[in-house]
């Protein structure tokens, strides 16, 4: 890090990949105090010089080769489609970058163990984006579960629905369907992290694939996986085929449940009912509103005030103090080693389905 004011130090950070998400990043990591952007690359000179005239970034690039030659940056983010993240990864190390990667961070558990072993011999950090789980929604229900709220947790089920005519969805050329498990390869990773993030040491026990697929391009309609550890199950719906969207993680425990609209970023805590009448109902119903109430008012005012609201925004702040203060990442290699054997072993399980 370059030196700047009383012993201060600035980050130079640079993005490779500039599609919608790394306006994501850049809006992040312009909210940080001691940390500067000075050059993306993509592939594509005139996106590259759109996005820079966009956010008043000074350099733009078409080759990483020569942004990494010339900015000397302390900081890569890969924005990238996932086939180039292992490369893109090696090349930022071997030229002394920290790295943070778009999900899902690796193809393989063989691409992912060399990603590891190599910032591990260069002493460099590298986390993924599993942004899901620094949504303040999810990290309260998180809170609640810890806190023994909803007593031992039993179940889970994930559902992770997007409209047809969204473009990862619509568009033949879209990148995600040359992927393993095609569009799903795409989708499935946030819903593994955060399968992984409530129940940790996952076994896959089954996979089913359903539909042929609105669109010849597509390989199926729906995809339903089970997984589970111990005596805790979880589920995760995945469609592609809907009109609307539907992201919501239903948790249920031996004493409650809760519910998180990740859309909406809202937690609904639902405590135990032996009976149901008319007065739980009110009081179930009531409960809900002053919940949803108090949260919208609390995004409100952080967004007033200018704070971070994303899980982007939460983990990225959390990605430059690990770097800044020699911390653990974000996003820990076991949690990554995880989410990459799992979502190893589910697209490959879709792709058998399909043939099948």
Same mark, same amino acid.
């Given at each position: ?71 000397? *940056? !302390? ?7 996932? $086939? ?5 990864? =090696? /090349?930022? &190390?071997? #030229? ?107 076994? *896959? !026990? ?7 697929? $609105? ?5 199926? =309609? /729906?995809? &339903?996986? #089970? ?130």
């Amino acid at each position: 890090m370059t030196a700047q004011g009383k012993g201060a130090a600035t980050a130079r950070a640079g993005i490779i990949g500039c599609g919608v998400i790394a306006d994501n990043h850049i809006r992040a990591l312009r909210r940080l105090d001691g940390v500067e952007v000075v050059a993306l690359v993509d592939r594509n000179q005139d996106v590259a010089n759109t996005m820079a005239a966009r956010h008043r970034i000074p350099s733009a690039y078409v080759e990483l080769k020569a942004m990494l030659a010339e900015k000397r *940056l !302390d900081v890569l983010h890969i924005t990238t489609p996932p $086939r180039t993240h292992a490369s893109v990864c =090696e /090349q930022a &190390l071997r #030229s002394g970058c920290h790295v943070l990667i778009e999900k899902p961070a690796a193809l393989s558990s063989n691409e992912l163990d060399g990603m590891l072993g190599l910032a591990k011999a260069n002493g460099l950090i590298i986390s993924v984006v599993h942004n899901g789980i620094y949504q303040r929604a999810f990290r309260r229900a998180l809170s609640t579960i810890k806190a023994g709220a909803i007593g031992e947790l039993r179940s889970v089920q994930i559902i992770d629905h997007i409209p047809s005519e969204h473009d990862i969805v619509s568009n033949p050329a879209h990148w995600s369907h040359a992927l393993a498990g095609g569009v799903y390869g795409e989708v499935l990773p946030h819903d593994i992290y955060i399968a992984d993030a409530l129940v940790p040491g996952l076994k *896959l !026990d089954s996979v089913g694939t359903y539909g042929s697929g $609105r669109h010849p391009w597509l390989p199926v =309609e /729906q995809v &339903l996986a #089970s997984l589970s550890s111990g005596p805790v199950s979880v589920t995760i719906n995945a469609s592609v085929d809907g009109a609307d969207w539907n992201k919501t993680i239903e948790i249920t425990g031996t004493a409650g449940s809760v519910r998180v609209d990740r859309m909406c970023d809202i937690v609904t805590v639902n405590a135990p009912q032996t009976d149901w009448t008319l007065r739980t109902h009110v009081q179930r119903v009531t409960s809900h509103i002053g919940a949803w109430m108090q949260q919208s008012a609390e995004t409100a005012a952080a967004k007033a005030s200018r704070q971070a609201l994303s899980g982007h925004d939460e983990l990225i702040k959390r990605f430059y103090s690990a770097i800044r203060h020699r911390r653990t990442a974000p996003v820990s290699e076991e949690h990554m080693r995880r989410t990459t054997a799992l979502y190893e072993l589910l697209t490959a399980a879709i792709d058998s389905g399909v043939a099948a």
